[in-house]
Nanobody, 120 residues
Framework: VQLQASGGGLAQPGGSLRLSCAASGSIFRIDDMEWHRQVLGKQRELVANISRGGLTNYADSVKGRFTISRDNARSTVFLQMNSLKPDDTAVYYC???????????????WGEGTLVTVSS
């Protein structure tokens, strides 16, 4: 199972970016999908998560600005980031709770990070 994230880049304060993360491989089912972020020298933090049924949860710092969504048919999770602030600058990582084909066990898989820089 692999997760491929894309969509990072440079945005101005107040601007928007949309991150995508597609899972591929021998997947039977994907449960929760999440976005985390990490600033150099700090702990990785949860930004948002979404259940298979679409229930969402957000960090207080991004509520009202970020929206997480998913496309179960394409095993993809998105993060729409609006009203970006310099404090949102970080490497963003996606995570998926995956039950691989042929198992009855859930594993956590992480994508490679994508850098988001918010600066004027």
């Amino acid at each position: 199972v692999q997760l491929q994230a894309s969509g990072g880049g440079l945005a101005q304060p107040g601007g928007s970016l949309r991150l995508s993360c597609a899972a591929s491989g021998s997947i039977f089912r994907i449960d929760d999908m999440e976005w985390h972020r990490q600033v150099l020298g700090k702990q990785r933090e949860l930004v948002a998560n979404i259940s298979r049924g679409g229930l969402t949860n957000y960090a207080d710092s991004v509520k009202g600005r970020f929206t997480i969504s998913r496309d179960n048919a394409r095993s993809t999770v998105f993060l729409q980031m609006n009203s970006l602030k310099p404090d949102d600058t970080a490497v963003y990582y996606c995570k998926a709770e995956v039950v691989p084909i042929g198992t009855f066990v859930q594993f956590d898989f992480w994508g490679e990070g994508t850098l988001v820089t918010v600066s004027s």
